[in-house]
T-cell receptor
Framework: RKEVEQDPGPFNVPEGATVAFNCTYSNSASQSFFWYRQDCRKEPKLLMSVYSSGNEDGRFTAQLNRASQYISLLIRDSKLSDSATYLCVVSLSGNTGKLIFGQGTTLQVKP | GAVVSQHPSRVICKSGTSVKIECRSLDFQATTMFWYRQFPKQSLMLMATSNEGSKATYEQGVEKDKFLINHASLTLSTLTVTSAHPEDSSFYIC??????????????FGNGTRLTVT
């Protein structure tokens, strides 16, 4: 079983749509959670951290359910520029900084 | 914001040669840097953790004699792919955390190195 699992997609949605991505992680000792965005052939870039209480950044909302070991990302009012691969990332306990990446979910927003 | 510079961004080499990739933290100090590898349509996989002034910690299945890591200063880590083969062709990415930030703060990524071994 993968440590971080995501549906690879692709998700093809029209502009303005709302789309949700899910992610599950296997290690209950995981401490920190992030969503990164990766454009084709580029390095990943931090989209947002995910907090237990849930958090929102503009059109993006992230949720964490520790009991179910489940993370989600909601994108509202999709833009063409949102087209990318979204990586669910988990950091294990301790100060190691070691990140475990999911395979990524590809989003394609169409006009 | 913090910047991590990785060089070269792209390299093509012949089978059997060695390639060195540099990762620099430009405006912060990093006692620890991380080296990842990403094959097409796959997730980033951690190869090793580079520790300033000491030996790197390699993940299971990563050959330490093939992927040499040196972290001689607080701002520079290098990864050398020795005796490269076509199967080593991949996207190599380094990342680092600001020494002064908490352990769960996000990492800063370099722009990656696309290695092609012919």
């Amino acid at each position: 079983r993968k440590e971080v699992e995501q549906d690879p997609g692709p998700f093809n949605v029209p502009e303005g749509a709302t789309v949700a991505f899910n992610c599950t992680y296997s290690n209950s000792a995981s401490q920190s959670f992030f969503w990164y965005r990766q454009d084709c052939r580029k390095e990943p870039k931090l989209l947002m951290s995910v907090y237990s209480s849930g958090n929102e950044d503009g059109r993006f909302t992230a949720q964490l359910n520790r009991a179910s070991q489940y993370i989600s990302l909601l994108i509202r009012d999709s833009k063409l520029s949102d087209s990318a691969t979204y990586l669910c990332v988990v950091s294990l306990s301790g100060n190691t900084g070691k990140l475990i990446f999911g395979q990524g979910t590809t989003l394609q927003v169409k006009p | 914001g913090a910047v991590v510079s990785q060089h070269p961004s792209r390299v093509i080499c012949k089978s059997g040669t060695s390639v060195k990739i540099e990762c620099r933290s430009l405006d912060f100090q990093a006692t620890t840097m991380f080296w990842y590898r990403q094959f097409p349509k796959q997730s980033l996989m951690l190869m090793a953790t580079s520790n300033e002034g000491s030996k790197a910690t390699y993940e299971q299945g990563v050959e330490k004699d093939k992927f040499l890591i040196n972290h001689a200063s607080l701002t520079l880590s290098t990864l050398t792919v020795t005796s490269a083969h076509p199967e080593d062709s991949s996207f190599y990415i380094c990342s680092a955390r600001d020494y002064g930030q908490a352990g769960n703060s996000p990492l800063h990524f370099g722009n990656g190195t696309r290695l092609t071994v012919t």
